[in-house]
């Protein structure tokens, strides 16, 4: 495994868009959970809106390496 100082400066930013990525994922995944639990459906609608745009991005973001 590669150290923190080993790692390329590109990859860095790489890796902290990666990881801001999956923060904004599971904040939806959350909100996905607390409104099935509450039965809240307008929250429910928009964590899963949200989180599908996420979702969207990453696919057409991803489109040139498939």
């Known amino acids: 495994m590669k150290k923190m100082n080993d790692i390329s400066a590109y990859d860095r930013q790489r890796i902290k868009h990666i990881n801001t990525l999956m923060d904004e994922i599971n ?36 489109q040139d390496e498939i």
Do not use: A, F, T
């Open 27 to 62: 904040e939806q995944s959350s909100g996905i959970y607390e409104g099935l639990v509450d039965r809240d459906y307008i929250q429910l609608k928009e964590s899963l809106d949200s989180l599908e745009r996420i979702i969207n991005e990453m696919k057409k973001s991803i």
